[in-house]
C-alpha cells in the first residue's frame, strides 16, 4: 500500500506494463509518492477548477493530485504504453480522471479548461519542457487561461526562468517569463528521486500570471531578445542591428555600448515598443 492511496507502488505499476522510461520522450518518472504530494500541496487548492498534468507516466504525480482534492484532473500523455497505468487510477477515482494521448505541444489550453479555472501540475518531458513553457506564456491575449503552473525542470532551466538581469542565467525565457509573470523556485528534487536519474538536479517552479503586464508588442519583444541574446556577448549596436540598431537604442536613451544581459525587462519592453 502506498502513503497516499491502496493502489499499488509505482515500482510494481512499471513492472506489469513494462514501462521502462524512454529517452527519446523525455521520461524520467518520478517515484516518490510523498514527493509528489508536496508538489500536488504547491498547487493545491483545486476547488472549482480544472488540473492540468501533462506527461503521467506510470501515475505519480496524478495520484498526488487526486488524493490532494483535484475533481476534474486531464491527463496529456504522448506515450500509449502509459495509459492502462492511468486508466487504473481512473478506475479507483471514478469520473474525475480525463485521459488524452496527444503530443502536448498540440493541445488547446481553453478546451481543456472547459470554461473553469486552469492549473497545470506537471513532471514536465525535459525534451519539451521549455518550449511547453513558452507556449503557455507567449499568448496573443493575457491574462491567460491558466490561472497557475506548477512545473518540474531541470534546475538550469529552472534558473533561467527565474533569472533577473547581470546574472549568469538571464536570456530570453528570464525575460519573457518576468515580462509577463512572477517565477519563483520552490525547492531541488535530487536526481535519486527519478528512474532513470537524470543526468542533473531538478527543481519544482511556481509561475503566476501578472494581471497587467507592461503593453507590448509580443511578436516584437520576441525578436528583440531573439537577437540580443542570440549574440549576447557583443554590444547591443551590433546585436540590435536588425531592428535599428545604435539610432534606434540612443533615440529612446539606452547606451548601445551595453549588452544583452544588463538591460531590464523594462527596458526590453521599451525597445520592441520603440521598433
Same mark, same amino acid.
Given at each position: 500500500?502506498?502513503?497516499?492511496?491502496?493502489?499499488?507502488p509505482?515500482r510494481?505499476?512499471i513492472?506489469?506494463h513494462d514501462?521502462?522510461?524512454r529517452?527519446?520522450?523525455?521520461q524520467?518518472?518520478?517515484?516518490?509518492?510523498?514527493?509528489t504530494s508536496?508538489?500536488?500541496r504547491q498547487a493545491?487548492?483545486?476547488?472549482?477548477?480544472? *488540473?492540468?498534468?501533462?506527461?503521467?507516466g506510470?501515475?505519480? =504525480? +496524478?495520484?498526488?493530485?487526486?488524493a490532494?482534492? @483535484?475533481? !476534474?484532473? &486531464?491527463?496529456?500523455?504522448?506515450?500509449?504504453?502509459?495509459?492502462?497505468?492511468?486508466e487504473?487510477?481512473?478506475?479507483h477515482y471514478?469520473?474525475?480522471?480525463?485521459?488524452?494521448?496527444l503530443?502536448?505541444?498540440?493541445?488547446?489550453?481553453?478546451?481543456?479548461?472547459g470554461?473553469?479555472?486552469?492549473?497545470?501540475v506537471?513532471?514536465?518531458?525535459y525534451?519539451?519542457?521549455?518550449?511547453l513553457?513558452?507556449?503557455?506564456?507567449? *499568448?496573443?491575449a493575457w491574462?491567460p487561461?491558466w490561472?497557475? =503552473? +506548477?512545473?518540474?525542470?531541470?534546475?538550469e532551466? @529552472?534558473? !533561467?526562468? &527565474?533569472a533577473q538581469?547581470?546574472?549568469?542565467?538571464y536570456?530570453?525565457?528570464?525575460?519573457?517569463?518576468?515580462?509577463?509573470?512572477?517565477a519563483?523556485?520552490?525547492?531541488?528534487?535530487p536526481?535519486?528521486?527519478?528512474t532513470?536519474?537524470?543526468?542533473?538536479?531538478?527543481?519544482?517552479v511556481?509561475i503566476?500570471?501578472?494581471p497587467?503586464?507592461?503593453a507590448?508588442?509580443?511578436?516584437?519583444?520576441?525578436?528583440?531578445?531573439a537577437?540580443?541574446?542570440?549574440?549576447?556577448?557583443?554590444?547591443?549596436?551590433?546585436s540590435?542591428?536588425?531592428?535599428?540598431g545604435e539610432?534606434?537604442l540612443?533615440?529612446?536613451?539606452?547606451?548601445?555600448?551595453?549588452?544583452?544581459?544588463t538591460?531590464?525587462?523594462?527596458e526590453?519592453?521599451?525597445?520592441a515598443?520603440?521598433?
Amino acid at each position: 500500500m502506498s502513503p497516499i492511496d491502496d493502489l499499488p507502488p509505482l515500482r510494481d505499476v512499471i513492472a506489469a506494463h513494462d514501462l521502462a522510461p524512454r529517452k527519446q520522450l523525455g521520461q524520467n518518472f518520478l517515484l516518490d509518492l510523498n514527493l509528489t504530494s508536496k508538489i500536488a500541496r504547491q498547487a493545491a487548492p483545486f476547488e472549482d477548477c480544472t *488540473v492540468l498534468e501533462v506527461g503521467p507516466g506510470p501515475g505519480g =504525480l +496524478t495520484r498526488a493530485l487526486l488524493a490532494s482534492g @483535484a475533481r !476534474r484532473l &486531464v491527463v496529456v500523455e504522448k506515450d500509449p504504453r502509459c495509459i492502462p497505468a492511468i486508466e487504473e487510477i481512473s478506475a479507483h477515482y471514478p469520473s474525475r480522471v480525463d485521459i488524452r494521448n496527444l503530443d502536448a505541444l498540440q493541445i488547446d489550453l481553453a478546451e481543456i479548461a472547459g470554461g473553469k479555472r486552469l492549473k497545470i501540475v506537471a513532471n514536465l518531458p525535459y525534451n519539451v519542457g521549455t518550449q511547453l513553457l513558452l507556449n503557455w506564456i507567449a *499568448v496573443p491575449a493575457w491574462p491567460p487561461v491558466w490561472d497557475s =503552473l +506548477t512545473l518540474m525542470f531541470q534546475k538550469e532551466v @529552472a534558473e !533561467r526562468i &527565474v533569472a533577473q538581469p547581470r546574472g549568469d542565467h538571464y536570456g530570453r525565457l528570464g525575460v519573457l517569463a518576468g515580462w509577463r509573470t512572477e517565477a519563483k523556485i520552490l525547492f531541488d528534487v535530487p536526481r535519486e528521486a527519478f528512474t532513470p536519474p537524470p543526468k542533473v538536479m531538478s527543481s519544482v517552479v511556481r509561475i503566476v500570471p501578472k494581471p497587467a503586464p507592461l503593453a507590448a508588442d509580443l511578436s516584437k519583444l520576441e525578436t528583440v531578445t531573439a537577437a540580443a541574446f542570440g549574440q549576447r556577448r557583443k554590444m547591443l549596436r551590433q546585436s540590435l542591428k536588425p531592428v535599428g540598431g545604435e539610432q534606434l537604442l540612443e533615440r529612446i536613451g539606452i547606451d548601445p555600448q551595453r549588452r544583452a544581459e544588463t538591460l531590464s525587462v523594462e527596458e526590453f519592453v521599451q525597445i520592441a515598443n520603440a521598433i
